[in-house]
């Protein structure tokens, strides 16, 4: 049995098309106008498929194939994009995932466990963080983060859920009607360049990372720039700065191989002729261990505490978000392994930098994630793209472990 290439292919053209941005790629935000429109699309697609549909409340949305005894068998990833991004990213996983579905179906293939399509709500974390619709699934979400939290447009999530039939709490039940899971696949893009640099079709994810988030402050004094001397000054800015690279040095040498990074600054007042008071900034770090994880968050804020204390500064700090990394089990990767060696595809082990629902999952459920190419390594632009043929294998691949998975 292979998948019908052509139609899955058509498939993501038709998506593509949904939530075009004026200012280049798509932009589908969950619960947006784009992405309702998404949803009443795929649900449709669902149900001409023959697959059983169904919404929790957080608005993921399921495909599900045979009754049969035993636990689910789940093929996933999500619809929503970041702001102006590419038509792949989530995609071609929940896309590849119907095509399975849809020729398992097609076939009358009589499988012993039931077989579960799943489209999560804001993997890309345009509403309160990350994966609210797999942390939804799993029972994992914070009430107050839920009534009190802000999207990244600024608006309260209360009033986002306003124009749709979704509340907080059928979030906070969502995971009440979930049933129990055995394995959970999901095929992705890379979001980097390694496959295509070793020029190998498919990846096998052996872990994805784990990731800290915090919003930081350097708390100093605003003072005139031209009569303040440089010895008496409190500038957060230099804190800041200081600590950029400081941090980098420390993860460079100390833990190469995980990740700090500084991606969004505000330096107030933010004038000439004024010696920085206050500096914001996010500061984030990932790793592939659990203990690198705690020794990299007590090393690194230590090292913000100092120095904010050597420039008579204040340091604060608020976690927004935090994951732990997750070593995908041997079985699936043996599987996935032995299922691309029959269909004669290279593969070479990979780890996920970024986050995926997978890795949500795994608290409940085996999880186990498939990469393609991502040609140059770009995602989250309008220049995300794909070379078809590396699809057609990830999805069979992902057919043939489903099939093995459920029989
Ligand atoms: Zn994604």
Not at 226 to 238: K, N
Not at 254 to 269: A, C, D, E, L, Q
Not at 302 to 325: C, H, M, N, Q, Y
Request: aromatic share 6%; with cysteine; net charge negative.
């Amino acid at each position: 049995m292979q998948i019908n290439f052509n139609r899955l292919k058509k498939d993501i053209d038709e998506l593509g098309r949904i939530g075009r941005d004026p200012k280049g790629g798509i932009t589908r935000p969950s619960f947006s106008k784009a992405d309702l429109e998404a949803r009443a699309w795929l649900k449709e697609k669902i149900q001409e498929a023959g697959l059983s549909c169904r919404v929790d409340g957080a608005g993921n949305i399921f495909g599900r194939l045979g009754e049969g005894q035993g636990k689910t068998i789940m093929v996933g990833s999500h619809i929503d994009t970041v702001i102006n991004g590419g038509m792949f990213d989530g995609s071609v996983g929940v896309l590849s995932g119907l095509e399975c579905l849809r020729r398992i179906q097609e076939e009358g293939y009589r499988l012993r466990k039931p077989l579960e399509l799943a489209s999560f709500t804001d993997e890309e974390g345009n509403l309160v963080g990350d994966f609210l619709g797999s942390r939804a699934f799993v029972g994992e979400l914070d009430k107050e983060l839920l009534e009190k939290g802000l999207t990244a447009f600024g608006r309260p999530l209360k009033e986002i859920l306003a124009g749709t039939e979704f509340t907080i709490e059928g979030i906070l039940e969502a995971h009440k009607s979930r049933p129990e899971i055995e394995a959970y696949l999901e095929l992705h893009i890379e979001q980097g360049p390694v496959l295509e640099t070793e020029d190998v079709p498919i990846g096998i994810v052996d872990l994805i990372t784990g990731k800290h988030y915090r919003w930081c402050s350097y708390i100093g004094n605003a003072s005139h720039s031209g009569t303040t001397p440089l010895e008496l000054r409190q500038d957060a800015f230099l804190g800041l700065a200081d600590f950029a690279l400081k941090s980098t040095q420390y993860v460079a040498t100390k833990h190469y191989g995980s990740m700090v990074t500084i991606g969004k600054v505000n330096v107030m007042p933010g004038a000439f002729s004024v010696v920085p008071g206050q500096a914001d900034f996010s500061f984030e770090f990932r790793s592939g261990s659990k203990e690198t994880m705690s020794v990299l968050e007590s090393e690194l804020f230590s090292l913000a505490e100092d120095i904010a204390s050597t420039r008579g500064l204040a340091f604060v700090s608020r976690i927004i978000d935090k994951t732990e990394p997750v070593k995908i089990p041997p079985r699936l990767i043996n599987l996935l392994q032995e299922e691309c060696r029959k269909l004669g595809h290279p593969f070479m082990p990979v780890t996920s930098g970024a986050g995926h629902d997978a890795q949500i999952l795994a608290s409940k459920a085996d999880a186990a994630m498939i990469f393609i190419p991502s040609p140059d390594g770009i995602s989250h632009s309008p220049q995300e793209t794909i070379r078809w043929e590396d699809l057609e294998k990830g999805a069979n691949l992902l057919l043939q472990a489903l099939l093995q998975l459920a029989s």
